[in-house]
């Protein structure tokens, strides 16, 4: 009875969902009007959609909010230094958005990493500390590094939530999943990422993996990438592009270089989706706070030997490649993966709750005034130092006291022009008032006034990440691509400090204060 079951199913799959949509529709009309227009959460969440449409999920992650209209549980745990112990973040009520507050007062005064991304789904495919494969992390014994877990702050239906910032060395990953798909079996997935964090690394996927963190040929992954490596495949225009990791490849189309179909789209909160099944997968995507999706690709897998049929395996990775390839850079806010090919309505549906959920960027800069092309003073708050301010003479980066009696170079040179992050758009750069084109950057911690010579590595070095200062004052800045280590004065020089390590920059004294600042009012306009 099972075979009988199954064979009209695989040969007759567009009638199959074609009957599916249209019962997906019907189901989910009152769900989606009800998320419209309030910042209460939908009756039907995305995981009740993809249900209703016959393709349930198999895992569900998000740090910002529950993915099932009845979830009430965990949706992340969250780990400080200050005594290693855990926090759970919940939602703030059954089906509704996280409960940003527990982590705020359990991580105030000292940092957090997110060490935990609970499944949703019942399954128990939640993602951990990604061990070392093919490639080593470079946390002890080879594991990734684990995300700073106030590095991506955000809003969501006018509450505040946190994203998983992936800078590179950071990942996550579960090798030992239940429901997933693997060889040929149909699957779906989403996810939602800062499409303003990106870069050229390999491989910031979410998706279908290797269950051995290693490179096990062709058509073993099936994953999202979002980035703009042009290694591979690519698609118009100069990136970054939502494009399927599949293993020795990463896929715009079904040519193993350039697909012009797949566009570059970089909207804040980008809605990413990868489907594949026998012989056929799909890339869509669209903008995670309005309209619908887009379909960049829909046909027979790539023209490249190995692909035809697939051979997954099932594991879960998000951040980092099915090899622990650990050189990428993005954020993660929620996505799920699928039992069987999801219809389009379906998906659609999906992006309409998506949209009607809320996301924003308000909660990004911590109650600052860092406006892109505004001028700013940053001044100290430790209890020594309130009259001292970021300045720099020459490439040296300093604080000194300024004053109104200070000299006009010296107000100049305490005076800083906020550009949207280099390496981050959602992050700030800060360039100096009066020596064009060069901008603070770390370069072995610390901190010096550079010309922009326009690498990568100087986009990364001279972006910053603004959230509520460590000390509940002004901001703390997060490294871009150390977000473990914030900006810090130490003996009136600069660094980017952890919260206690080797280094004397890195004393856990006086550390909430030293990383806390606030944006003041231009010593010179």
């Given amino acids: 009875m099972a075979l009988r079951l199954r064979y009209p199913q695989l040969r007759y799959p567009h009638l199959r969902r074609a009957v599916l949509a249209v019962a997906t529709a019907a189901a989910l009309v009152t769900g989606v009007l009800v998320a419209v227009g309030t910042a209460e959460a939908a009756t039907s969440q995305p995981c009740d959609i993809y249900a209703a449409g016959g393709t349930p999920c198999v895992a569900a992650h998000s740090t910002t909010r529950a993915l099932y209209g009845s979830y009430n549980g965990a949706l992340y745990q969250v780990r400080r230094s200050s005594d290693n112990t855990t926090r759970d973040v919940g939602v703030l009520s059954a089906g509704g958005y996280a409960n940003a507050a527990t982590q705020d007062s359990f991580c105030a005064g000292t940092t957090c990493v997110i060490t935990i991304v609970y499944d949703q789904s019942g399954r128990n495919n939640r993602l951990t500390q990604a061990p070392p494969g093919g490639f080593s992390g470079p946390a002890a014994g080879g594991y990734d590094n684990l995300a700073n877990a106030t590095a991506a702050p955000i809003a969501v239906g006018g509450h505040k939530a946190y994203g998983v910032f992936v800078a590179p060395g950071i990942g996550y990953r579960n090798n030992s999943t239940n429901g997933v798909a693997k060889g040929d079996q149909p699957e779906g997935m989403y996810a939602v990422f800062d499409g303003a964090h990106y870069n050229g690394g390999c491989c910031f996927d979410y998706g279908n993996a290797e269950t051995n963190s290693r490179d096990n040929g062709n058509g073993t992954m099936e994953a999202i990438y979002f980035g703009n490596s042009k290694s591979w495949g690519y698609g118009s225009g100069n990136g970054p592009w939502v494009m399927a990791d599949l293993e020795n490849g990463l896929f715009s189309g079904v040519n193993q270089h350039l697909n012009a179909n797949d566009p570059t789209v970089n909207y804040r909160f980008l809605t990413a989706i990868i489907k594949g099944e026998p012989n056929h997968w799909a890339i869509r995507g669209g903008n995670g706070q309005s309209g619908g999706l887009s379909t960049f690709y829909n046909g027979v897998r790539p023209n490249v030997a190995g692909y035809n049929p697939m051979k997954k395996e099932g594991a879960i990775i998000l951040g980092i490649g099915g090899d622990n390839s650990v050189s990428a850079a993005g954020t993660f806010y929620e996505g799920v993966l699928t039992s069987g090919y999801p219809s389009d309505a379906t998906e659609n549906s999906v992006q309409a709750n998506i949209t009607a959920a809320g996301y924003s960027q308000s909660g990004s800069t911590g109650g600052g005034t860092l ?149 003041s009012t231009p010593w010179a306009p």
């Avoid at 100290?380 to 300024?402: D, E, K, M, Q």
């Avoid at 009696?405 to 100096?432: H, M, P």
């Avoid at 080797?502 to 990383?515: G, I, L, R």
């Fill in 371 to 519: 406006t892109p092309g505004s001028t700013i003073s940053l001044r100290a708050t430790t209890a020594c130092c309130t009259t001292r301010y970021i300045t720099h003479s020459g490439s040296s980066v300093l604080t000194s006291v300024i004053t109104s009696a200070s000299a006009a170079t010296d107000k100049s040179n305490a005076s800083w022009i906020v550009r949207n992050g280099l390496a981050n758009s959602s992050c700030v750069s800060f360039e100096s008032r009066n020596t064009s084109g060069s901008y603070l950057r770390h370069q072995n911690f610390q901190l010096f006034l550079h010309a922009n010579d326009g690498t990568a590595l100087f986009a990364s070095d001279a972006t910053f990440c603004p959230q509520g200062g460590q000390n509940g004052q002004g901001n703390s800045f997060a490294s871009a691509n150390f977000p473990t280590r914030y900006l810090r004065h130490y003996n009136n020089n600069l660094y980017i400090a952890s919260n206690g390590g080797s280094n004397a920059f890195d004393a856990t004294a006086f550390w909430p204060d030293d990383v806390s600042w606030v944006v």
